[in-house]
């Protein structure tokens, strides 16, 4: 399979914290991924890495890629109750077609 | 700028019946993706087309699935006959060639095949 894996699975912090993400794929990319999905929502596009950078801002999210591991990782600063969601990576390869991950449930209480 | 457009939201089937779904891809956007997602997992790509054309369509069950895009614009995916194990939520997405693949996804069918 080419698609991806995320790391933990599931993730419960408080409000005011950081959480942080790993995502694993399989093959070449030219870019990479993130999405954020709501429960019994469509996916929202977040943030999007090419293959030749290391690091990118957006906001309150810092996304790292590191193309050698074949890693992602998603930061989310300072996180809100309403970053609750589930994130997925999606690599992107040369027929721009998205390997989703299997996705993080990220819980943030109040 | 309008989402992309799915329906129905929702929809009940038995095993053995047919269903079929509707999107409608943000104007302009070349480039529409059905995928399947089933609970708990990530998206799967089922089919993509660009305009009119297959451009992939690896991991569609040809045997019970079928999509088409006849005009370049809207698109249905149908089941035929529908098994246990197609429900899911079936999501389309679409992108602009000059996004780099950034792609948006419309709000969702949810099947349930009893």
């Known amino acids: 399979s080419q698609q991806g894996e995320e790391d933990p699975q599931a993730l419960s912090i408080q409000e005011g914290e950081n959480a942080t993400m790993n995502c694993s794929y399989k093959?070449?990319?030219?870019?990479l991924q993130w999405y954020r999905q709501n429960s019994g929502r469509g996916l929202v596009h977040l943030i999007l890495i090419r293959s030749n950078e290391r690091e990118k801002h957006s906001g309150r999210l810092r996304v790292t890629l590191d193309t050698s591991k074949k890693s992602s990782s998603l930061l989310i600063t300072a996180s809100r109750a309403a970053d609750t969601a589930s994130y997925f990576c999606?690599?992107?390869?040369?027929?721009?077609?998205?390997?989703f991950g299997t996705g993080t449930r990220l819980t943030v209480i109040p | 700028e309008a989402g992309v457009a799915q329906s129905p939201r929702y929809k009940i089937i038995e095993k053995r019946q047919s269903v079929a779904f509707w999107c409608n891809p943000i104007s302009g956007h070349a480039t529409l993706y059905w995928y399947q997602q089933i609970l708990g997992q990530g998206p799967k790509l089922l089919i993509q087309f660009q305009n009119n054309g297959v451009v992939d369509d690896s991991q569609l069950p040809k045997d019970r699935f079928s999509a088409e895009r006849l005009k370049g614009v809207d698109s249905t995916l149908k089941i035929q006959p529908a098994k246990l194990e197609d429900s899911a939520v079936y999501l389309c997405?679409?992108?602009?060639?000059?996004?780099?693949?950034?792609?948006?996804f419309g709000p969702g069918t949810r099947l349930t095949v009893l």
């Open positions: 999606a690599a992107i390869t040369g027929a721009n077609n998205l390997f």
């Open positions: 093959t070449s990319i030219n870019n």
């Open positions: 997405a679409s992108s602009a060639a000059e996004r780099l693949g950034t792609q948006y």
